[in-house]
């Protein structure tokens, strides 16, 4: 059926050859009826509404759910900075060694995949083990950041 084809027939693996890599279009391969779709797009997450999140204050793009905070206590280029568990609608640059406040860590900048702004960065790896707590965590700054949905 239809429904069926969206699942298995969507270009996400072009090892597995259901789909046809060469153009944008794809038609699967079955005696079904003929259901032509195109390769979509990276879509924007959105949020629940229900929960308290922060925004890109340039786009409005959700980046992070109120319950993913784990700190408010962070410093960055531009101010207070916090520091996140999960993002989405966030890209990240290649990872580069820097000194921060507290020591050397191999960090990436994160950027808003909606308008292109720098909005912090992810820590890949701490070299002491007392920052060890900090990897694969976002830091969003202030500055980039608006609260959205349910604060009162």
């Given amino acids: 059926t239809a429904f069926t084809c969206v699942f298995r027939c969507f270009p996400c693996d072009p090892s597995c050859g259901s789909a046809s890599w060469a153009t944008p279009e794809f038609t699967p391969r079955s005696t079904a009826p003929m259901v032509k779709m195109t390769r ?16 890109c204050i ?29 993002v989405v609608n966030v890209g990240c640059g290649p990872a580069e060694e820097r000194v921060l406040l507290t020591g050397l860590h191999a960090v990436a ?29 976002y830091i969003i700054e202030l500055a980039h950041m608006i609260k959205d949905n349910g604060w009162d």
């Fill in 40 to 55: 979509s797009k990276t879509f924007q997450a959105y949020l629940p509404s229900c929960h308290r999140t922060y925004s």
């Fill in 109 to 137: 900048d994160i950027y808003c995949e909606n308008c292109k702004t720098t909005l912090g960065w992810k820590y890949e790896h701490a070299f002491e083990s007392s920052q060890k707590y900090k990897e694969g965590k």
């Fill in 58 to 86: 340039h786009c409005r793009a959700h980046l992070a759910n109120h319950d993913e905070l784990i700190s408010k206590s962070f410093q960055g280029s531009q101010g207070r900075a916090y520091l996140f568990n999960s």
